[in-house]
């Protein structure tokens, strides 16, 4: 493709960028060959534009850049390079987005959740759908060999290749997560979204976005025009009120606590499965999912709205509801092999969702609740005691433990979680190794118990001193039940 052909008006072409071939994209100087385009990003961390010579030295035709670098390579001068890589990237696999309907979710938690609920009601109503987030790339129940630098949004070069699959395989709907770092490094720009869920807003994400201010100031970007066009809004949070009030774009409301366009009354909530009465336009509808908690309920609501906003009719809605089961490692029951206790494996790893998982736990428990967690290294430290504090509040028994530790010693992001849990009258006890951690719970547990395992859900990884080494919460419980 033409460069000229991948940029709008506003960029300037320097030493005849414009009438270059392209046929690659990267951000990566080191990956730069023949015909490829180079991205010259300004990170968090490195300037992109310091290795424009290295892209060229290495083979890359032409450069995109913020201002113009002493290089001979053909640059494309352009305001904000995030912001064209989005639109070139579009371009550059022919536009996918505009080939699908585009569901997007953002909130704190909930996000992953949402969109397997959303994929349930689109496969019983024969729709295919792909889905892009925390758990992978998929369409329908396909995995998708995508290659992603980030665990949850693509980048957006990432992102149009994974839409261009989507649309090779006959996909018709894709619900994607939209974190609040997806919208401020631009990587959604130049997709309209048919529904644009939003959750809610906890603490998470501090250590990039410093207040909750810049956190929630960030949020409300996706309900702005240029990204959505309509929002589907939970109202009993905050953030979701405001955006609700401001409509800045035609919103759907919903709520499990207040009159809304979509509201859960006489809800009734079981060990592994809830019960609501749906009032939406007037009429009442009896749900019965394969899910428990309050906060699913809220999800299923938030995932009706978003398919509603794309199309469906309730009825449909309701009857792809039916048949959803369950979402890998969110508030999963794993398997214990003939064990008469309960094993959750959650991804819960801000505060609210751990508070909102062993708060549904305590609703159905009828013996001790054991909580296992840890908290991520390199990542908003400010938390840890908080979710101490909530553990041990909510918590019989917890063995505070390491999550992905990353460049982070273990022993000391312990050290935080306890001044948190210190503070309650739950008895604790610490050791970092997880599958240990894990060992002493199911070692504790008696009949009736229920284990809360939390903070990597359906992640099957750790990180530790950069490099990921094989684990699974679920593989580790099945093997020490067999044992």
Known sequence: MLIKEMFSLGAVFVNGAENVNVEALTIDSRKCKAKTLYFAINGTQVDGHKFVQSAYENGACAAVVEHKVECEIPQIIVENTRSAMAHASASFYSNPAEKLKMIGVTGTNGKTSISYI???IAKANGISCGVIGTSGIYVDDEKLDVKILTSTTPDPIELHYALSLMVEKGAKWVVMEVTAHALDLYKVDGISFV?????????????????????????????????????????????????????????????????????????????????????YENKEYSILTSTTGLFNISNVLCAIGCCISAGLGIEECVKGIKTFSFVP???????????????????????????????????????????????????DSA?????????????????????????????????????????????????????????????????????????????????ICGVKHHFSDREIVEKLTAE
């Open 118 to 120: 959303v994929k349930a």
């Open 195 to 279: 529904s644009a869920g939003f959750t809610n807003l906890t603490q998470d994400h501090l250590d990039y976005f410093v207040t909750m201010e810049n956190y929630a100031k960030t949020k409300e970007k996706f309900f702005l025009p240029e990204h959505s066009q309509k929002g589907i809004v939970n109202i009993d949070d905050s953030l979701g009120r405001k955006i609700y009030s401001d409509r800045n774009v035609p919103c759907l409301s919903y709520s499990i606590s207040k009159h809304a366009d979509l509201t859960a009354k006489n809800i009734v909530l079981h060990s592994a499965t809830s019960e609501f009465t749906l009032e």
């Open 329 to 379: 490692g969110r508030f999963e029951a794993v398997n214990t092999n003939g064990r008469d206790i309960t094993v959750i494996v959650d991804y819960a790893h801000t505060p609210d969702g751990l508070e909102n998982v062993l708060s549904s736990i305590n609703a159905f428990k009828k013996g001790k609740l054991i909580c296992v967690f840890g908290c991520g290294g390199n990542r």
């Open 383 to 463: 938390k840890r005691s908080i979710m101490g504090r909530i553990a041990g509040q909510l918590s019989d028994y917890c063995v505070l433990t390491s999550d992905n530790p990353r460049f982070e010693e273990p022993e000391s992001i312990i050290d935080s979680i306890e001044q948190g849990i210190k503070n309650t009258d739950c008895p604790y006890e610490r050791n970092a190794d997880r599958e240990e951690a894990i060992k002493i719970a199911l070692t504790l547990a008696q009949k009736g118990d229920v284990i809360a395992i939390c903070g990597k859900g359906d992640e099957d990884y750790q990180e």
